[in-house]
């Protein structure tokens, strides 16, 4: 006899297989699992989101989908249990399920009826599934005895699993997602724009064995967003229409923005999310143009003081428009590092903003500029808690040394951020005693971090390392420990070494 709750684990795994074929026979842009799992992350509060992203960082995405699953899996099983002994219960339960998903799939830009008959076929399969696995004993079975039910079952098992996996690998295999992904990248691998890959400046990286490259990789570029399927957007086909508080309404093209010349910026951006002495920071070169000069053609009326911006999947970010018009480098980016942007950063354009947090200015996969105010609209992170602002605070790490070291000359290394207003000094103490101050690499502009090196007469023992640092405004970094939330964690990054 089979377990109920496996029966129902395993037409919930049907199920989900089956919704998988489905949506990619239909050509939809999401399944009905990845659907589900979006919905997840835009309603879960942002007190729950963030010790999450803190606990897995870029993991995050995996994780939702493959949370989603088991969930999926686990309510299967509970169905399954209520199969025999409570049928109407189990179909309500099914009825629900289907419910909840279709719901989560005409809640995204992308919902549409193909989705809903995913859900529907998914929801078929589930009780199909249940109903072959978990019939009712007939008289015949009883009469052929216990060896041949259990023969039947085990067959009958054996072959929704197989059914399961084709199900499953066809779904991937007929993905027109993964179709329209490999046209993309040789979309972008053919682009030619006006750039080039620029040489990192001279005196800027120290070299020193374990420090943070100061120039990050687009491989190494640290990634936080809500899509857990980066938007597919061929250039041609790209709009941002800017709208809202504006003398008149403007829409803007991919050739539009490289005709116009594209300027070249070097930017390290941070998340908020990062904590103190984290690695959700990365610097590199970007190439685009000035978001000052697109709403300057638009004409920004008297009052106006936040910049709506949309993603194309639904996402939205608040940035003050004071932050656009001062002078700073605030780009639409097309490319980083001189090449195109990569898909999961934003390809084909996105927004860069110097010296502020990236939720509220770093829109990946924009379309759409409303002008407005911050009395009047909220962007989707400032509605789970976090501040509606965000600029950057003033923050350093130490990357080297780590754990062990040996007694004499030690390098004591790492870097440190003001972005737009600049790192005057970088300090380093050992054991609480007097701060010391670090010698600083090259910078092309305030606008980036800069790598700091000390050289530490290190004696055996165990000793802790703290730094500190101070921007050109004359702030010196607080020692007061803060969470991330609202508006970006404080305190000293310190390490302990113990010196042999």
């Not at 709208?243 to 008149?248: D, I, K, S, T, W």
Request: glycine share 10%; with cysteine; hydrophobic share 45%.
């Amino acid at each position: 006899m089979t377990s109920p709750r496996l029966a129902g684990a395993l037409a919930a795994a049907a199920a989900l297989a089956a919704s998988q074929l489905t949506a990619a026979v239909l050509g939809l842009r999401e399944s009905p699992v990845l659907a589900i799992a979006q919905t997840a992350i835009r309603l879960t509060p942002g007190g729950i989101a963030e010790p999450i992203i803190g606990a897995v960082g870029t993991a995050d995405k995996p994780l939702t989908i493959v949370s989603v699953v088991v969930v999926m899996v686990l309510l299967g099983a509970i169905v399954g249990t209520w199969w025999r002994p409570h049928p109407t219960w189990a179909v309500a339960g099914v009825v629900v399920l289907v419910g909840l998903a279709t719901a989560a799939v005409l809640s995204r830009p992308y919902g549409s009826v193909g989705g809903v008959v995913a859900c529907l076929v998914g929801g078929a399969v589930l009780v199909g599934v249940l109903a072959l696995v978990l019939p009712e004993s007939s008289h015949d079975d009883t009469e052929k005895g216990p060896a041949v039910t259990r023969r039947r079952m085990l067959t009958t098992v054996g072959a929704v699993v197989v059914a399961t996996a084709v199900a499953g690998t066809a779904g991937e295999l007929l993905a027109s997602r993964r179709r329209r992904r490999r046209d993309l990248d040789g979309l972008r691998a053919a682009l030619r724009l006006p750039t080039r890959r620029r040489p990192t400046p001279a005196g800027a990286d120290l070299g020193v064995d374990g420090q943070a490259p100061w120039r990050t990789s687009n491989r190494a570029f640290y990634r936080i967003d809500t899509a857990l399927s980066p938007p597919l957007i061929d250039p041609a086909g790209w709009r941002l229409r800017i709208h809202g508080m504006v003398e008149r309404e403007v829409t803007i093209t991919y050739q539009d923005l490289v005709d116009r010349g594209l300027n070249d910026a070097w930017v390290t951006l941070c998340c908020v999310s990062n904590p103190v002495g984290g690695d959700l920071i990365s610097n590199t070169v970007f190439s685009g143009v000035p978001m000052r000069d697109l709403l300057d053609e638009a004409g920004i009326r008297p009052g106006a003081d936040m910049l709506l911006s949309t993603s194309e999947d639904g996402w939205t970010c608040g940035t003050p428009l004071s932050s656009l018009t001062d002078g700073r480098d605030a780009m639409l980016a097309v490319a980083m590092d001189g090449v195109p942007l990569p898909v999961e950063h934003g390809f084909p354009v996105r927004q860069v903003v110097p010296g502020l947090y990236g939720y509220v200015s770093a829109t990946k996969w924009v379309t759409d500029w409303r002008v407005t105010r911050f009395d009047e609209a909220e962007a989707y992170w400032t509605q789970r808690g976090w501040a509606a602002r965000g600029p950057v605070k003033t923050h350093s790490r130490i990357d080297v040394p780590r754990g062990r070291a040996t007694a004499g000359a030690v390098p004591v290394a790492g870097v440190a951020w003001a972005q737009h207003t600049g790192i005057a000094k970088v300090e380093v103490r050992v054991d609480d005693g007097a701060w010391q101050e670090a010698e600083l690499g090259a910078v092309p502009s305030d606008d980036t971090w800069v790598q700091w090196r000390w050289e530490w007469d290190a004696r055996p023992g165990d000793h802790r390392l703290e730094v500190r640092a101070t921007d050109k405004s004359g702030y010196a970094q607080t020692s007061e420990r803060a969470d991330v939330l609202p508006d970006g964690a404080t305190g000293y990054h310190g390490v302990d070494i113990s010196i042999a």
